[in-house]
C-alpha cells in the first residue's frame, strides 16, 4: 500500500475537469451523428424540382431604404425604434454606420443601396418604398405614433439619380390630400403605392376609401400591402393586416400585391395565407411576392407559396431588404433541403441580392417567379452577367 497516499484524499480538480470534457466530447459527437442520421433520413431536397435559373436579370419589387433626417432628407425614426435592437442591425444590413449617415446625410443610403444593386450579378434594379406614417385626428403626421418615416419626395429625388432605382411612393389615404398625393406620385414615375396598415392603422375595409381607390385604378398605380404578422416594428395592430380586410379594393379593381403571401398570423382561427389562397379564385387582380419568405421565422411559407396551384402566376419577386442581409435569413437554417456544399456555396456569396436569388433558385423557386416583377412593371432588363 502507498502510504504517501491517504484514502481519502480528493483526486485533483484538473483529472476531474478532463474525464468530464472527454465525456461532453462523447456527448456531442453522439448528438452529432443523431442529427446527420435524421438529416439523412428526413432529408427532402428542394420544394420544386430545380429548372434551369432565368436568364435575365431580375427586379426586386420590394426594396425598402430609411434614414435618420441628415442631409434634409425629412426622413426619421422614433426614440423608440432607434433604442431598439432592431435599429442597429437594420443600420448594418445597409450598410452604413450612424456617424457615416450623420454625416454624409441619409442620401448616402440610397447610393449604397444603388451601387449594391450595380455589383449583382442577378438582379438589375430595384423599386425602392417610401413609408408614409401615422395620421393623427386632423389628418396631420403624428409623429408621436410614427415609427419610421420615409417621404415620397427624398425616395423620388434619390431614385431619379440612379439608373437602377425606381420610386415606390407610399400615402396615408387619411391625409386630406392623399388624391393629390396620388397624382403626384404618379407624375414623379412611382410604379406602386406602399401600405404598412398594421404600422400605419390603415383599415383597408375602410369604405371611406373608396375615392382613394378609385384614384389608384384610374391612375393604374398597384397597391403593395403588407398582410400577417408584423415584428420588425415595436408595436403593431395585426387584426389591420388580414388579408380579408383587402376585399374592398380588390372588388373595385385595384390591381393589389400582398407582401410576403401573408405569411405568419393568424385571423378568426385560420392561417393569414390561407385565408388569402382562398380569394385568388374570386380576384384575378391579386397577386403576392415572396419578399423574406426565407425568413427563418418563416420556415415552410415559401414551400406553400410555390407549390400552391391557385398561386401560379401569382408570384412576384422581391427581397425586403435590409432585412435578406441579417441573420434572420441563412441557407444553413434548410439542412433538410439543401446539401452542406449548397449551403457553404450560398453562405459564400458576398452580394445580398445574389444571395437573395441563390437561396430562393436553390429551394425550388421557379424561374418564372424570378421574371414576373419586371414584366409586371413593364421593366426591360437586360441579360444576367455570365459566371
Known amino acids: 500500500m502507498d502510504t504517501n497516499t491517504k484514502p481519502d484524499e480528493p483526486r485533483p480538480a484538473r483529472g476531474r475537469w478532463r474525464r468530464w470534457g ?32 432565368h436568364d435575365g436579370m431580375i427586379l426586386d419589387m420590394h426594396c425598402h431604404v430609411a434614414g435618420i433626417g441628415s442631409g434634409g432628407s425629412g426622413c426619421f425614426v422614433s426614440r423608440e425604434l432607434r433604442n431598439n435592437f432592431r435599429f442597429n ?28 444593386i450595380e455589383e449583382s450579378k442577378r438582379v438589375g434594379a430595384a423599386i425602392v418604398l417610401a413609408m408614409d406614417g401615422v395620421m393623427d385626428a386632423n389628418g396631420r403626421l403624428d409623429r408621436a405614433r410614427t415609427e419610421f418615416y420615409v417621404p415620397n419626395e427624398f425616395v423620388a429625388a434619390e431614385a431619379a439619380k440612379y439608373p437602377n432605382l425606381y420610386f415606390g411612393a407610399s400615402i396615408n389615404p387619411h391625409r386630406p390630400d392623399a388624391l393629390e398625393r396620388l397624382q403626384w406620385a404618379r407624375d414623379n414615375g412611382a410604379l406602386l403605392v406602399k401600405w404598412l396598415p398594421s404600422v400605419q392603422f390603415i383599415d383597408p375595409a375602410d369604405p371611406a376609401l373608396e375615392p382613394f381607390y378609385r384614384k389608384m385604378v384610374a391612375l393604374d398605380l398597384p397597391l403593395l ?57 374570386d380576384y384575378p387582380n391579386l397577386y403576392t411576392d415572396i419578399s423574406s419568405m426565407t425568413q427563418v421565422n418563416k420556415l ?25 442581409n441579417t441573420v434572420a435569413v441563412s441557407p444553413w437554417v434548410y439542412p433538410l433541403n439543401l446539401t452542406r456544399k449548397q449551403m457553404q456555396s450560398i453562405s459564400a456569396i458576398e452580394n445580398p441580392w445574389d444571395r437573395d436569388v441563390a437561396l430562393k433558385e436553390a429551394l425550388g423557386v421557379p424561374p418564372g417567379v424570378m421574371s414576373r416583377s419586371a414584366a409586371f412593371f413593364s421593366i426591360p432588363l437586360g441579360q444576367a452577367a455570365a459566371d
Open 300 to 324: 415552410g411559407y415559401l414551400r406553400q407559396a410555390i407549390t400552391e396551384e391557385r398561386l401560379e402566376g401569382r408570384l412576384l419577386y422581391g427581397s425586403d431588404f435590409p432585412l435578406i
Open 89 to 116: 442591425i437594420y443600420m448594418k444590413a445597409f450598410g452604413v454606420t450612424l456617424a457615416e449617415a450623420e454625416e454624409q446625410g441619409d442620401q448616402l443610403l440610397m447610393e449604397r443601396l444603388a451601387k449594391g
Open 22 to 53: 472527454v465525456r461532453l466530447a462523447k456527448w456531442l459527437g453522439l448528438c452529432i451523428l443523431l442529427l446527420l442520421g435524421l438529416r439523412e433520413a428526413f432529408f427532402s431536397g428542394p420544394y420544386l424540382p430545380l429548372a434551369k435559373p
Open 225 to 281: 400591402t403588407h398582410a400577417g404578422q408584423e415584428r420588425s416594428f415595436t408595436h403593431a395592430r395585426d387584426e389591420l393586416a388580414d388579408p380579408v380586410r383587402l376585399k374592398l379594393p380588390l372588388s373595385l379593381g385595384v390591381k393589389l400585391i400582398v407582401a410576403h403571401a401573408a405569411s405568419t398570423g393568424e385571423n378568426e382561427g385560420q392561417e393569414d395565407i390561407d385565408r388569402l389562397i382562398r380569394m385568388l379564385d
